[in-house]
């Protein structure tokens, strides 16, 4: 039998709570899981996350493949709020293949019956964030008529770039924020400003703070605001976090925004260096974050900071309607 045979043995076949077990074995061995911000998901971790995005309704098709009744592949297709609300209907592609089952059809099996069942859904498009150095995902998007779009990289800031540079002036005030009175604010400032340049960028979520990833804010001074001195108005934030992997404890850029109309004076600066004081004084031993390249000279401010740029990626998205190529 030649390999492309054996895919025939394959079935593909909707998830149920029976495929459990098989899709966490699976997810515990992928080996394209996001280096930044899934790299420790442990076994409980994706459980739950699975349960999460299906209650919530996220979830939009899920299929498997399976094969001598294990799992060996499978794909999912997630409608998350985007910053350019329903309309957008771009679902998030989530897919698997056991290493020893790949080049064998599976992937393109659970892609075509993805497609397929979100189609019917009225989705438009579907799309995945995918690093540049992944060759074999890469040729398995262009041959699937997958295009590339904004482009990331992860930026990586060391101790020894630690400097005691002077804080710029601004006029403004920086404080801790105010939960939970002031979720709603923030979340509307954080999804107006993403909204117009990154228009697929992940709306913040009412859930953010109370289940979702804002929810771990239990120390104010890791969340900073700025506002406006004769306004109050919300004028940027910077929240930082730490997580903790085999190397040690490390800091995280989990959002850094200002206005728009304020872009170009030093507040955004200002913001990243007591956000950066914050985490130094956690002890981390070092700082990442995920910059957009061309998109509001975040780049520009991280490599001015002294941030070295690694693993660059892309968004890969492709349309799904009759006829979209
Ligand atoms: C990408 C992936 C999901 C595709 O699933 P799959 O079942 O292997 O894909 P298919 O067999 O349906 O392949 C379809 C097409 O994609 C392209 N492709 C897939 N894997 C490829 C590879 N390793 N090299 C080059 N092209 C590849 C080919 O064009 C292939 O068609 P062909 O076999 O007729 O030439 C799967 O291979 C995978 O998970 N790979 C991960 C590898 C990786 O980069 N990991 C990152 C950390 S090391």
Redesign the pocket.
């Known amino acids: 039998m030649s390999p492309r045979d054996s895919s025939k043995a394959v079935e593909i076949l909707p998830f149920s709570d029976d495929w459990m077990e098989g899709y966490l074995d699976l997810a515990e061995n992928d080996?394209?899981r996001d280096p930044l911000y899934h790299k420790n998901f442990s076994r409980e971790d994706t459980k739950r996350q699975i349960l999460w995005q299906a209650s919530r309704g996220a979830t939009r098709a899920h299929v498997v493949a399976v094969q001598d009744g294990k799992v060996v592949?499978s794909g999912r297709g997630l409608l998350i709020s985007t910053c350019a609300g329903d309309e957008s209907r771009i679902a998030t592609l989530n897919?698997?293949?056991a290493r020893e089952?790949?080049?064998?059809?599976?992937?393109?099996?659970l892609l075509d019956s993805l497609c397929t069942d979100l189609r019917r859904q009225g989705l438009k498009g579907i799309q995945l964030g995918m690093l540049e150095e992944?060759?074999?995902?890469i040729?398995?998007l262009e041959?699937h008529g997958f295009k590339s779009y904004n482009r990331t990289a992860d930026a990586v800031l060391k101790p020894a770039k630690q400097t005691s540079v002077e804080l710029p002036e601004i006029d403004a005030i920086i404080r801790p924020v105010r939960l939970p009175e002031e979720r709603g604010v923030i979340t509307g400032f954080m999804n107006s400003e993403r909204e117009e340049e990154l228009p697929w960028a992940c709306a913040i979520i009412p859930e953010f703070w109370t289940t979702g990833p804002g929810s771990e804010i239990t120390d104010p001074k890791g969340f900073l605001v700025a506002e406006d001195k004769k306004t109050g108005e919300v004028i940027g934030v910077a929240w930082g976090s730490t997580f903790t992997d085999e190397s040690g404890t490390h800091g995280m850029i989990e959002e850094l925004d200002v206005a728009k109309g304020l872009l170009k004076t030093p507040l955004r600066r200002r913001l990243m260096l007591q956000i950066l004081d914050w985490l130094w004084s956690k002890g981390v031993k070092d700082v990442q974050t995920r910059v957009h390249i061309g998109f509001k000279h975040e780049e520009d401010l991280y490599r001015e900071i002294g941030f070295e740029f690694l693993r660059p990626a892309a968004l890969w998205r492709k349309s799904i309607t009759a006829g979209g190529g």
Not at 134 to 137: Q, S
């Open positions: 080996d394209s592949g897919l698997m293949v089952h790949r080049r064998k059809g599976v992937g393109s099996l992944w060759t074999p995902w040729r398995f041959k």
